[in-house]
């Protein structure tokens, strides 16, 4: 067994650090703020090969392995989740699913575009009386020989607004159940295909999620990914992946706040020492170490399973309810070492604690992990 990354993931996990200090980091607080979608960074993640990751080069992408793209996740998420998310649903949910399993044609016309950066996509399974209950689609798309007819809303969509692509699961024939859904290819601008209001959100302020409303609107059968009836499928095996990129995320978010907090306790000073000579701030740091370190285990080994075909679907699932927990906790625990200074916005802590929340809802609530798990031990 060999731990050691090699000279290429060393390069890249140092070029999206030495990224995320010059371009993510100045801004950061204000964009947070505002809930103001980072377009410029965008753009540059794009000229760096960071939104198609792992698609291979012929479609525009930059060929890389799992333990890469998770590394790049990782440091992007130290300084800026919501910027790390837009990465994470353009590479796991949207470029990986179409170069699996799109068609020659869909790849030319689409893959490219959004691995290169050019434009970027949002996957689109969510819905206001199906998010953990994936299964229970209402969006409809009805087969009218040459198209589809698609009618429904989509709730929470990452990318909701600036994405131009978007993968939506929607039901075709009712009485299959799932073996009914099929996963289609949309494109903004399309007759009836209308954006919802932003959302106001607690945490990954930056990143821009929206409702969709689909009124009759007209997508040709060419746009179907996979065979008919495959779309429930497609969605679970692209969340398998997903959920790699989110506990990298996860991950990188409690780095981000343990070496702040770190950093704060051997500065910070009370009864007559820097915080850090007291015990009960360095047992705490001793913990979170503790936690991140194993979470990174974790992580790696799912992008490792993935990178060499084992089977991932519960690795990714054990890595992200794990590392989820732990950007919970360290976050919190660092805002308590910062302590008023920690509820403030200057110091980062209290971000990174908002924006670590949502790592235990999206792309499969904590509680649906355990689900998938547990499900998994019960069969063995
Ligand atoms: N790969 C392939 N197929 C899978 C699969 C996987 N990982 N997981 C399940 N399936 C298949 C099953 O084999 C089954 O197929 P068959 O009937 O042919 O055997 C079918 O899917 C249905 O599975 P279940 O019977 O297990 O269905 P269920 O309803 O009991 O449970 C669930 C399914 C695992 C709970 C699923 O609904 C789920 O994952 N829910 C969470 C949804 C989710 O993660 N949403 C995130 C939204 S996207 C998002 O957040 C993105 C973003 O913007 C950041």
């Known amino acids: 067994m060999d731990f050691r990354l090699s000279e290429e993931q060393l390069m890249i996990q140092q070029a999206a650090r030495d990224f995320a200090k010059t371009e993510l980091l100045p801004g950061v607080i204000e964009r947070d703020e505002k809930q103001e979608f980072p377009k410029e960074q965008v753009k540059k993640m794009g000229e760096l090969g960071f939104l198609g990751m792992m698609t291979s080069p012929e479609y525009g992408g930059s060929g890389m392995d799992t333990i890469s793209y998770v590394l790049v996740m990782k440091e992007l998420s130290k300084i800026d989740a919501s910027s790390s998310v837009i990465v994470s649903v353009n590479n796991s949910l949207v470029c990986w699913g179409l170069e699996k399993y799109g068609t020659e044609q869909q790849k030319k016309k689409y893959l490219t575009r959004l691995a290169s950066g050019d434009i970027i996509g949002a996957f689109c399974l969510s819905e206001p009386e199906a998010g953990s209950d994936a299964t229970s689609q209402k969006t409809t798309a009805i087969d009218k020989g040459d198209h589809y007819i698609v009618n429904g809303t989509k709730n929470w969509i990452t990318n ?16 299959k159940k799932h073996k009914g859904i099929n996963a289609l290819i949309l494109e903004k601008g399309m007759p009836g295909f209308e954006i919802g209001p932003k959302e106001q959100k607690l945490g990954i302020r930056g990143s821009d999620t929206h409702s969709l409303i689909f009124n009759d609107v007209k997508v040709p059968k060419e746009n179907l990914i996979g065979e008919d009836g495959f779309g429930f499928k497609f969605a679970m095996k692209t969340l398998s992946g997903g959920r790699i990129g989110i506990a990298a995320q996860a991950l990188g978010i409690a780095w981000g706040a343990y070496e702040l907090a770190k950093e704060y306790s051997k500065v910070r000073k009370a009864f007559g020492t820097e915080i850090c000579n007291h015990q009960a701030i360095a047992f705490k740091l001793a913990d979170m ?56 916005k200057e110091y980062h802590v209290e971000r990174l604690m908002r924006d670590a929340k949502i790592t235990q809802i999206y792309e499969g609530t904590s509680e649906i992990q355990k689900i998938v798990i547990s499900r998994s031990l019960l069969s063995e």
């Open 160 to 175: 909701g607004n600036s994405a131009d692509v978007y993968l939506v699961i929607a039901q075709t024939y009712p009485e």
């Open 289 to 344: 170490h503790t936690q991140i370190k194993a979470a990174e285990h974790l992580v790696l080994k799912a992008a490792w399973d993935k990178d060499i075909d084992e089977d991932y679907d519960i690795s990714g699932s054990m890595a992200k309810l794990y590392a989820s927990e732990v950007a919970m906790n360290t976050t919190i625990e660092a805002v308590q070492i910062h302590g008023g200074n920690g509820y403030v």
